[in-house]
């Protein structure tokens, strides 16, 4: 049986289509994903996240075993309240989770993961915490809500009271504040300024309906996946996983190679990767002809070789359709994708797509902005 967030009445009542995703019930759309997109990238939505696993990370070596665990550097958490995106790897240099840790005072960190690697994750944390003297907490306790878009921190501020307003007025981008049992972070998944506030189950449905009567919509999975594709961020699982490596999925800005002694959970096969030279890369594709962009949909190079889409859709924003895929290296600025036994030329682009709902792509090559 799913597992259902403290939200999910919320979810029924406003007439939510729901779906199983990583195991958990969650709503798809409330009625229209293209309107919720538009809802985002205009003005304010906010979607329940309370299926991401949250982790709290504390004890004398807390910071150790984080440098040890994440492929990014948690010493770059200089002060309280910074947060610090990463890939959690395997052995082999390849993904077993991206996530975002946040550090919240000395030697007390929270990590959030992904809802589908729940079980995997919790199983290589602890594995891995063994040798070191920490203590790793589920906070299956706490909801999860991201308001996203241009008016979302103005319609959060008429929600909440002076001393929530006061906190986000100060509140720098990939920063976090802890009040209470609350924690209010500067961060997002949709290209969008917003927020992503964890508080206990309990308190979430007042919230909830406080937001929606401060103007912010609901929204559903559905265009969260729009939004994020247009911003260029990878799902987890589809666009990398424990077969692929970061080099190769355009997240080679998350390792932290200094310092060059500390060693990191599948930094020797990330060395042996680069010494050998990386043969793919991760692009934006934009087609250029009729169709849509799918999933594992066959990327044609003008030399012959093939790539791969690892995600694609129609973009709302741009009224075109976008991909992320990972090809040779060899590519140009030009190439074709097979859509029904039949190939369709494409432009290759740097990402993101959108942010701020603005068109920010530039064509790989030519280097011309859109």
């Known amino acids: 049986m799913a597992e259902k967030t403290a939200l999910y009445q919320q979810h029924l009542q406003a007439n939510a289509k729901m779906v199983d995703f990583g195991g958990w019930e969650m709503p798809l759309h409330y009625g229209s994903q293209l309107d919720e997109h538009h809802q985002v990238r205009q003005d304010a939505g906010m979607f329940d996240v309370s299926h991401m696993t949250i982790i709290d990370v504390s004890g004398a070596q807390s910071q150790d075993f984080l440098r040890y ?28 989770d991206d996530l975002i840790v946040y550090k ?10 992904n809802a589908a690697t729940r079980v995997k994750d919790l199983a290589w944390i602890n594995q891995q915490a063994e040798q070191f003297n920490v203590t790793i907490n589920e906070r299956s306790d706490l909801a999860m809500l991201a308001i996203q878009g241009p008016n979302a921190r103005s319609k959060v501020k008429q929600a909440l009271d002076a001393e929530f307003i006061a906190i986000i007025d100060e509140l720098k981008p990939f920063y976090s504040k802890e009040i209470a049992d609350w924690m209010i972070a500067h961060t997002g998944y949709t290209g969008e300024d917003g927020l992503e506030i964890m508080l206990p189950n309990t308190q979430a449905e007042t919230l909830w309906h406080k937001f929606i009567n401060a103007g912010i919509k609901p929204c559903g999975l559905g265009a969260r996946d729009t939004l994020r594709l247009e911003a260029g961020m990878n799902l987890y699982g589809t666009d990398m996983d424990e077969t692929t490596s970061p080099l190769t999925s355009g997240l080679g800005w998350t390792i932290a190679w200094e310092p060059t002694d500390r060693d990191f959970i599948g930094r020797k096969a990330l060395q042996a990767q680069r010494q050998q030279g990386v043969t793919h890369k991760f692009v934006g594709l934009i087609l250029d002809g009729k169709g849509v962009l799918r999933n594992h949909q066959k990327v044609i190079l003008a030399n012959g070789e093939e790539g791969e889409i690892t995600s694609g859709s129609y973009s709302p924003t741009l009224s075109k359709a976008i991909g992320l895929a990972r090809v040779p290296k060899t590519i140009g600025a030009h190439c074709e994708v097979m859509i029904r036994n039949k190939a369709v030329p494409a432009s290759v682009v740097k990402v993101p797509f959108v942010r701020h709902g603005k068109p920010v792509y530039k064509l790989i090559a030519e280097g011309v902005s859109s």
């Open 69 to 96: 665990l994440l492929a990014n550097n948690v010493d770059r958490l200089a002060v309280d309240g910074k947060a610090l995106y990463s890939c959690m790897l395997n052995e082999a240099g390849n993904v077993i």
């Open 104 to 113: 919240q005072a000395e030697q007390r960190y929270r990590v959030v993961v």
